[in-house]
């Protein structure tokens, strides 16, 4: 009589355990999500060179006015460049 009652306790046990194991759930990570942020930024890196869309339209008026308002005509000319501070003495 001990031994089946042992064995019953054991069938119980792992039918308890299967049943802790079915009930428990499962560890699963999320789906890895594509990472959109590089295909839309890498899309939108090139600005377009077709020279007829708005956009590029858009750009050149805003290239005139920039080279209007802010370039400097004596930029590629040689000057003197002063490497020293202003502070320092004598002048040079
Ligand atoms: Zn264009």
Redesign the pocket.
């Known amino acids: 009589m001990v031994r089946t009652d042992i064995s019953l306790v054991e069938l119980s046990d792992s039918q308890e355990i299967a049943a802790l194991l079915a009930s428990q759930p499962q560890p699963q990570r999320p789906p890895t999500t594509p990472r959109a942020r590089l295909s839309t930024r890498s899309g939108r890196r090139h600005r377009?060179?077709?020279?007829?869309?708005p956009?590029?339209a858009e750009n050149a008026r805003w290239d005139k006015i920039f080279n209007e308002k802010f370039a400097d005509p004596n930029y590629y000319k040689a000057q003197p460049i002063r490497h020293t501070s202003s502070l320092s003495w004598p002048p040079r």
């Open positions: 377009c060179q077709c020279g007829g869309c956009a590029c």
